[in-house]
């Protein structure tokens, strides 16, 4: 099993920045996929960044691209989520996700683990 703990979230303005963390415990860092995924009133979870093992590489939403940045720390088994220029419209609850198997998919559905998540509210 594998637990994941989010913390960072926040009530900012517009424009303001917020940093998020999740940290990893029960599996060894390098055997996880890490990723944080949003999900807004009414609104399915939507992919915001995250680290595939199988590629190397760091993938962001379309919506976050120049903005969020993905970032994990290996000592510490933590990732974090460097958000600026923060919009209304990134308002949701940011949930931490892992996945112990590899692959290239980023939905929802291909990640095994979950934090309990954190809320994130942008004012306009």
């Known amino acids: 099993q594998v637990q994941l703990v989010e913390s960072g979230g926040g009530l900012v303005q517009a424009g303001g920045s917020l940093s998020l963390s999740c940290a990893a415990s029960?599996?060894?860092?390098?055997?996880?996929?890490m990723g944080w995924f949003r999900q807004a009133p009414g609104k399915g979870r939507e992919f915001v960044a995250g680290?595939?093992?199988?590629?190397?590489?760091?993938y962001y939403g379309d919506s976050v691209k120049g903005r969020f940045t993905f970032s994990r720390d290996n000592a510490k088994n933590t990732v974090y989520l460097q958000m600026n220029s923060l919009k209304p419209e990134d308002t949701a609850v940011y949930y931490c996700?892992?996945?112990?198997?590899?692959?290239?998919?980023?939905?929802?559905?291909?990640?095994?683990?979950w934090g309990q998540g954190t809320q994130v509210t942008v004012s306009s």
């Open positions: 029960g599996r060894p860092f390098s055997t996880l996929d």
């Open positions: 680290f595939t093992r199988s590629s190397g590489s760091t």
């Open positions: 996700a892992a996945r112990m198997s590899y692959g290239i998919r980023l939905t929802p559905n291909n990640y095994d683990y």
